[in-house]
């Protein structure tokens, strides 16, 4: 499946502008109509349903406890698919014009539709997650804080029962996230506070990423998307993906992240700034392995190595 086939949606949150200022912000770029709807109380929801009959929401969310409750909005966006990306950055340009903030208690969740997964595909996608865990965590740049309290990484545990019953529908890997069949589940439940949340498969028919902390630059959050559309085709596409735990090496991390990129799809043009936000923090040097060798370690005679060979691919490694 390709990842452009994949339908997704996605929550930001933002500070210092009403929940109206930011629905009329999101009006000015999709049309439509605007509504306040106000119930329940606690949300506070206003509503913008677009010229194509999507609806945008914009809700209170009462983790922001920095600002007052009125000057706290969460953007909900409706179901996307890949074509959208483009007004959805305009969408997130005009938050920005309206004076839409970000603080650190702030975040993004990007959440995957569910359907085209079995028990299998989901099985690897904790896997090819637990694998590069090391490289997102940093690359990502997770606050502490948010990693202990709401995005926390995939479990050893996790991965041994998948190992161990190699679950091939969604029912088998329920038992195995919850620990019991769950067929009720309940929206706060505390499994749900993990980078790769798996509890929203049954709760919501989504795969929630909730590593993000947040930002209002369109190119970031646009790489942010494109990074979990390819991490989800792997998974889907897959026959079977590793779970051996890579090892964080700050000399290598760079060229490792990358190599993982482009083994996710990541390759060419089309994903260059997407490759660029998401390699900023990395360490190393992304063309060496073992670091940028000093001139005088070079001969004359020699030649480099190039990352991809002819067919684009990356020769001896696997995700």
Not at 56 to 79: I, M, N, Q, Y
Not at 167 to 183: A, E
């Amino acid at each position: 499946m390709n990842l452009k086939e994949i339908h997704y949606g996605i929550e930001i949150e933002t500070v210092k502008r009403t929940r109206e200022q930011i629905a009329w912000a999101i009006h000015s770029v999709v049309g439509g109509t605007v509504r306040h709807v106000g119930i329940p109380s606690s949300y506070d929801p206003w509503e913008v349903e677009d010229l194509r009959g999507r609806v945008w929401k914009v809700v209170g969310d009462a983790s922001l406890t920095s600002v007052p409750a009125h000057l706290r909005a969460e953007v909900v966006s409706p179901v996307l698919g890949y074509d959208d990306i483009p007004q959805l950055q305009e969408v997130v340009r005009a938050v920005r014009r309206a004076g839409g903030k970000i603080n650190s208690q702030c975040g993004i969740h990007i959440h995957i539709d569910a359907a085209p997964f079995d028990g299998r595909h989901l099985g690897n996608l904790a896997k090819i997650i637990y694998k590069q865990e090391p490289l997102i965590l940093h690359a990502l740049g997770i606050s502490r804080d948010r990693l202990n309290r709401y995005t926390r990484p995939v479990s050893d545990e996790l991965i041994q029962r998948i190992e161990q019953h190699r679950p091939r529908t969604k029912d088998q890997l329920n038992r195995i996230w919850y620990g019991y069949h769950n067929r009720q589940p309940q929206h706060y439940d505390n499994s749900r506070y993990h980078g790769v949340n798996l509890h929203n498969v049954w709760y919501r028919g989504t795969v929630e990423f909730r590593w993000f902390e947040a930002t209002l630059h369109a190119g970031r959050i646009k790489a942010y998307l494109q990074f979990c559309l390819a991490v989800a085709a792997k998974a889907l596409n897959g026959r079977a993906a590793s779970s051996r735990k890579r090892d964080f090496d700050p000399q290598s991390a760079k060229y490792d992240f990358r190599v993982f990129l482009l083994h996710l799809g990541l390759i060419g043009d089309e994903f260059k700034t997407a490759r660029k936000h998401l390699m900023a923090n990395m360490p190393g040097d992304a063309a060496f392995k073992n670091g940028r060798p000093k001139p005088q370690d070079v001969l004359p005679d020699e030649t480099t190595t190039t990352l991809t060979n002819e067919a684009g691919q990356v020769p001896g490694l696997t995700v």
